[in-house]
């Protein structure tokens, strides 16, 4: 076998605090092979980020310390060097032009005041012997070569005229510019549609084909990883727990860790009950018990087709809990000098559907359709233009401000980003009561109190959360706060707007099971928003799929997934990440 193009050997990094340190990782050993790619999996904290971080140099120093261990690359001129020996200046000759990085979120990596080419440019005229017209000449190839449609246009757009597809080709282009020997693509596809997220892995494949770049993709879903890597690293807590080829990670993963990864992914061939989480094989790994395999098959847990059937017919007997019919909501994106509307977006096109009690909806599709604008419509948040809303047969679509506020009480709505909607000023406990207050449901404070903690308790949380601001909690956490903050105001009906998209896939398990535990506990009916149809299909009993604000098809989960009509939903399941797993076992 050839030498790995990039070696990290025993790297250990410390983030120092103001009375200790954190060890964010512990002597970890990582190889990548030249053409080849390199699948780093792990939940959020496990130190994938840290890991591409110090390969770039780009560990904010202080608070980082690296206090064991070497990276050895070899170059484009075959010389072998150790990265953390090099000083800042001649670090850079590296940083772009032999080892690239793709990031997280391209919003917030591209500059919000430059447009796409001229940011994509600066990278290019580094190199001293490039002139402007040949970078220009430049930038709308690598606009091309990732199948980004008019390049010129794309080039002279700003970011935030892009979608977050094409911000992130963009991004890709950018890595692209001068010619990478290894590039980094760091949780590239996180919270983008199926759809995208597929023509990114597709392109990044094709990419290495044609530069024989070696790539580490990082990612918290093995699924991701599966489509694209040779090798897959699992880390956990800062170490590394596992390392081999594809094929076997996948075929008999040796750690608990990995086990559990594989495992709390929403199985689409079959129905559970509830999903496995993490903490079902580490737990047990721990104690020394050795059938953790054979006791996480979860056989009973599975949904028999009979049992569904049954459900299903006392579930659509009573009259519908909610009816939408034609509802049609439009955004003005242009006025005359009058401020009359001259140009509008048909965001939800005369939509019309049903919702019984203690049913939950999915509604599927991609970025754009209307998923999350007909969630809002039906609450209210943003007035429809014409149609009629229907809520236990009373008409809620002319309702003034006071009487919908008042109404709005029993329809609640938890948000994809828990951090942007709960207020970072005030604590946990804070955001659970104040709703009571304003709908005085408890008048004293001290039980208002008592009623957060229980609700705390309720979402899997504790006492001790009831003080913690968002910033102090992570993203599971913060989620599980705001839905405690919805079953404050004992609501009958909650839309649930992509609220697990940006969660890792273990703590996507765990709120998944809690939504539907409170489900059966407090007879909730759902509408549950994704762009995900393996979380659609476990969540729903009937799918919605949207296309251009419009329903594409709608009808039974199973038979939408297994037997669908329309070719858009096709499209949409077949870009569904594939694991190589025996989940057909089960």
């Not at 950018?174 to 990478?180: E, F, H, K």
């Not at 039980?447 to 599971?476: T, W």
């Not at 009958?492 to 996507?508: N, P, R, T």
Request: charged share 25%.
């Amino acid at each position: 076998m050839d030498s790995p193009i990039l070696s990290i050997n025993n790297l250990t990094v410390r983030f120092k605090t103001d009375n200790d340190s954190i060890l964010a990782l512990d002597h970890i050993c990582l190889h990548v092979q030249r053409g080849k790619t390199l699948g780093i999996v792990g939940e959020s904290g496990s130190g994938k980020s840290v890991t591409s971080l110090a390969v770039m140099g780009l560990l904010p120093m202080p608070p980082a310390e690296i206090t064991e261990g070497s990276i050895f690359y070899t170059g484009k001129n075959n010389e072998t060097i150790d990265l953390l020996s090099l000083k800042e200046k001649k670090r850079r000759n590296y940083r772009g032009k032999e080892i690239a990085m793709i990031f997280q979120e391209p919003m917030t990596s591209l500059n919000p005041v430059y447009t796409c080419g001229k940011q994509v440019m600066e990278a290019i005229m580094l190199d001293k012997n490039v002139h402007r017209k040949q970078a220009k000449e430049r930038v709308l190839s690598l606009f091309d070569e990732v199948k980004l449609s008019s390049p010129k246009r794309i080039s002279d757009a700003y970011p935030h005229e892009l979608s977050g597809g094409q911000k992130q080709r963009v991004m890709i282009a950018m890595a692209l510019s001068r010619n990478p020997s290894l590039l980094i693509a760091d949780e590239p596809t996180t919270a983008l549609d199926v759809t995208v997220q597929k023509s990114i892995l597709k392109l990044l494949d094709g990419l290495q084909d044609k530069y024989g770049m070696a790539i580490i993709f990082i990612s918290h879903d093995l699924g991701i990883i599966a489509e694209l890597a040779d090798r897959v690293a699992v880390m956990h807590k800062g170490i590394v727990v596992e390392c081999n080829n594809i094929e076997n990670i996948f075929s008999s993963p040796a750690h608990p860790y990995t086990q559990g990864l594989i495992a709390c992914r929403p199985p689409v061939n079959i129905r559970l009950k509830q999903l496995p989480v993490i903490s079902d094989f580490i737990n047990e790994a721990q104690s020394g018990d050795q059938t953790i395999k054979e006791k996480h098959e979860f056989k009973a847990l599975v949904i028999s087709s009979k049992e569904r059937d049954e459900r299903l017919k006392l579930l659509y007997t009573p009259p519908p809990i909610l009816e939408v019919k034609e509802i049609e909501t439009q955004f003005v994106v242009n006025k005359n000098w009058a401020g009359k509307p001259k140009q509008v977006i048909p965001a939800v096109d005369k939509v019309t559907f049903s919702v019984f009690e203690g049913e939950t909806l999915g509604l599927v599709g991609e970025s754009g359709c209307g998923k999350t604008t007909l969630g809002r419509t039906i609450l209210r948040l943003v007035n429809s233009t014409s149609g009629n809303i229907i809520y236990k047969g009373r008409e809620i679509t002319h309702l003034r401000s006071k009487e919908m506020r008042l109404f709005r009480k029993n329809m609640q709505i938890i948000f994809q980003d828990p951090y942007s909607s709960l207020n970072p000023r005030i604590s946990a406990g804070a955001a659970i009561t104040e709703p009571m207050k304003v709908h005085d449901i408890i008048q004293d404070s001290l039980s208002r109190k008592q009623k957060a903690i229980d609700l705390l308790c309720k979402v899997g949380l504790n006492d001790r959360f009831f003080d913690r601001y968002p910033h102090e909690m992570s993203g599971g956490q913060r989620q599980r706060i705001a839905i405690a903050r919805a079953l404050a105001l004992k609501p009958e009906f909650i839309i649930l707007d992509e609220s697990v998209s940006a969660l890792d896939v273990s703590v996507q398990a765990q709120v998944l099971n809690l939504l539907n535990e409170l489900k059966e506990e407090y007879k909730f009916t759902y509408i549950f928003i994704s762009h995900d149809l393996s979380v659609v299909k476990f969540m729903s009993d009937r799918i919605i799929v949207m296309k251009n604000g419009r329903i594409e098809e709608q009808g039974d989960a199973e038979k939408i997934y297994f037997h669908p009509e329309k070719e858009y939903t096709r499209t949409l399941i077949a870009s569904i990440p594939e694991m190589k797993t025996a989940k057909s076992n089960l």
